[in-house]
């Protein structure tokens, strides 16, 4: 059994006047709290929430007596937060400043702070007493309620200042079980393709996120340059230009889609999804060309943390197990008959060292990905068909080990998540 947890965003109904000044006022003395206790947390190195609101609860409930007690304590769980991962940035070389800045706020919400009053309204409470919000549900907010999925006790609000609306960030999980895979699909990630081998087929997936990432990257550098001068640097001009390039939806949009395709081509075949196992610094060696270090960390966590969790998170939600392989060498290792394969000049496809096999560099990294969950996991998945482990056989005369199946980005960026043409498409894809 595993724990699956999402996020949904549902916007409150516009607020009377008088009510959202209670939020305002409310927002300004978390914030408050808030900026005190990670520049508090930041200069003592302190990291523990529990040590935090040891040391500092007392403070802060004189500080603002007015004010339910449990928002003391929520305060400390997100100054520790954010002081968690400044000095996790910090340590890497990825920030400048000494202190963290408290720019965006959401107000942290535990049982003590917020109640359900009915499917489409909560109740907050305040310095001025529990205040009764209306929501606007949408589809999405509606799909989990209606989906066995349950509401957690923790909610995140935030304040749209322009709408008088609150943003309210709930938390539905749910309790998925895994079943025992009859077999394999395995799936290579790297900067610009995400190769999937499902029962003898390669399909090679473009996703040029590196692309994605570089433009969003100088794109911004040129914003930067062009209002930095106007009017100062990290300007709100800046801001909301910078705002609408949009890369963070876009990527993530994407990912989510490939991540769905891959999941349900799992399910439906009751497959467990091989991956590789990734450090802390998944894909590093291959962006080493990239000198600048800010950019180098954004185009690692798009390529390969985005699309990976993504797989996992999706895979996690419809109980699909997922198997995590060593990784090393599985695209310079002929699955076959473990020996290199050599390639040259920067090509894609190269040739065993030993028989002279051509194979796709990223075909040849989902079959080692194979053989390794499946000497790995003793599970009772069928044999990989052709693919003799011993190495006894190999289908030299099939294209399969050097010709995947292409599919650009624009043609599976168009499939709809959950959609019945998706399924023909890949029904198609696997004649
Ligand atoms: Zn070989």
């Known amino acids: 059994m595993v724990e699956v947890t999402r996020t949904v965003v549902v916007e409150s109904a516009q607020l009377p006047r008088k009510v959202f000044r209670i939020f305002v006022e409310l927002e300004g003395m978390?914030?408050?709290?808030?900026?005190?206790?990670?520049?508090?947390?930041?200069r003592n190195e302190l990291?523990?929430?529990?040590?935090?609101?040891?040391?500092?609860?007392?403070?802060?409930?004189?500080l603002y007596p007015q004010l339910p007690s449990h928002y003391a304590y929520t305060a400390c769980q997100?100054?520790?937060?954010?002081?968690?991962?400044?000095?996790?940035?910090?340590?890497?070389?990825?920030?400048?400043?000494?202190?963290?800045?408290?720019?965006?706020?959401?107000?942290?919400?535990?049982?003590?702070?917020?109640?359900?009053?009915?499917?489409t309204s909560i109740e907050i409470t305040t310095h001025r007493g529990w205040i009764a919000v209306e929501m606007e549900p949408h589809k999405q907010f509606w799909k989990y309620v209606n989906s066995g999925w349950r509401l957690a006790s923790e909610a995140k609000v935030k304040l749209d200042k322009k709408s008088r609306r609150l943003v309210v960030y709930l938390t539905f999980k749910k309790s998925v079980e895994?079943?025992?895979?009859?077999?394999?699909?395995?799936?290579d990630v790297n900067e610009n393709h995400v190769a999937v081998l499902v029962d003898g087929k390669a399909h090679l997936f473009e996703t040029n996120f590196r692309a994605v990432v570089l433009g969003y990257y100088y794109r911004r550098k040129r914003?930067?340059?062009?209002?930095?001068?106007?009017?100062?640097?990290?300007?709100?001009v800046e801001r909301k230009v910078l705002g609408k390039l949009k890369e963070r939806k876009r990527k993530s949009g994407l990912k989510w889609k490939l991540a769905n395709v891959i999941v349900r081509v799992a399910k439906e075949r009751r497959y467990a999804v091989v991956l590789?196992?990734?450090?802390?610094?998944?894909?590093?060696?291959m962006i080493n060309h990239v000198k600048d270090g800010q950019l180098r960390h954004r185009v690692y966590q798009a390529s390969f943390k985005g699309v990976q969790k993504a797989v996992e998170e999706k895979a996690k939600e419809h109980g699909v197990p997922v198997i995590h392989v060593n990784p090393k060498n599985t695209s310079r290792m002929c699955p076959v008959h473990n020996t290199t394969i050599i390639y040259s000049n920067g090509s894609r496809i190269g040739k065993c060292?030993?028989?002279?096999?051509?194979?796709?560099?990223?075909?040849?990294?989902?079959?080692?990905?194979?053989?390794?969950?499946?000497?790995?996991c003793g599970s009772d998945a069928?044999?990989?068909?052709?693919?003799?482990?011993?190495?006894?056989?190999?289908?030299?005369?099939?294209?399969?080990?050097h010709d995947p199946i292409v599919v650009t980005r624009a043609l599976w960026a168009r499939w709809k998540p959950l959609g019945a043409t998706n399924k023909h498409e890949l029904m198609r894809m696997s004649i």
């Open 30 to 42: 978390y914030r408050n709290m808030v900026e005190q206790l990670v520049l508090y947390a930041v």
């Open 47 to 62: 990291t523990s929430f529990t040590r935090l609101k040891a040391l500092k609860y007392g403070e802060l409930r004189s």
């Open 78 to 119: 997100d100054a520790s937060t954010r002081a968690k991962s400044f000095s996790r940035l910090k340590k890497e070389g990825l920030v400048r400043k000494d202190y963290p800045e408290v720019r965006k706020v959401s107000i942290w919400l535990d049982d003590h702070l917020w109640r359900v009053k009915s499917l």
């Open 178 to 187: 895994a079943y025992r895979p009859r077999g394999f699909v395995a799936v």
């Open 223 to 236: 914003a930067q340059e062009k209002y930095g001068k106007l009017y100062g640097v990290n300007c709100r």
């Open 276 to 285: 590789e196992g990734l450090g802390k610094k998944p894909g590093k060696e």
């Open 353 to 376: 060292s030993k028989d002279g096999e051509p194979w796709h560099r990223d075909v040849a990294a989902c079959y080692n990905l194979l053989l390794r969950a499946r000497l790995g």
């Open 382 to 401: 069928p044999s990989l068909g052709w693919l003799a482990v011993d190495g006894s056989r190999v289908p030299l005369g099939s294209t399969a080990t």
